[in-house]
């Protein structure tokens, strides 16, 4: 899917479909003051006012301030897990996912740490976060909400085959390529060895 909010809107909704045969998980972040760089009255250094966190993950190294979780829900690894184990036997042993910690900047001044599961929850994902899979099959919204040139091209071609695509939505117009990238295609045309 093109945008950020159609894949949060798809994922809640695939989790509230696991809530009525299994059982919800919430995983709230654990928030710290690192060192403040300006003096803010009121604040200690383990209680953290929802004010100083923000709002948007991007900025909080991309871990969630909350993490909704169900048994059976598919998920997103949001880092490296430092620990990979290679075994050609025919059972699966469960890999432990533990928390991360990251530090940023928050607001006023403050650097923050923030501990989270770096899962989020994903039967979708952004035509961004999938750069670099190859898929035996995926569902492809080639809708109105692209925006950028070669968003098409870069969906279709996580998939293997022809058969594995199914498009939901085609909208031929959002269907571009960048100027900059035909340009060097027909330079490279023109100069062939």
Request: hydrophobic residues 40%; negative net charge.
């Amino acid at each position: 899917m093109p945008l950020k909010e159609q894949v949060e809107e798809y994922n809640d909704s695939r989790l509230k479909d696991l809530s009525h045969s299994t059982k919800l998980y919430e995983f709230d972040a654990e928030n710290s003051i690192v060192e403040s760089t300006t003096l803010i009255p009121g604040v200690v250094s383990h209680e953290v006012p929802e004010s100083l966190i923000p709002s948007n993950n991007r900025d909080c190294a991309g871990l969630s301030r909350k993490v909704k979780l169900a048994i059976a829900a598919q998920v997103m690894l949001r880092c490296l897990v430092s620990r990979v184990t290679i075994d050609d036997s025919s059972e699966q042993e469960a890999v432990p996912i533990e928390p991360v910690m990251a530090k940023f900047y928050g607001k006023q001044g403050v650097t923050l740490q923030h501990t989270q599961l770096p899962l989020l929850p994903c039967w979708a994902a952004t035509i961004h976060e999938v750069l670099g899979l190859s898929l035996d099959a995926a569902v492809i919204d080639l809708g109105p909400k692209m925006f950028e040139d070669g968003m098409a091209y870069v969906a279709l071609s996580r998939v293997r085959t022809l058969q594995g695509v199914a498009l939901l939505g085609l909208v031929e117009k959002k269907i571009t390529s960048s100027t900059v990238a035909n340009d060097e295609m027909d330079r490279l045309r023109n100069h062939r060895l």
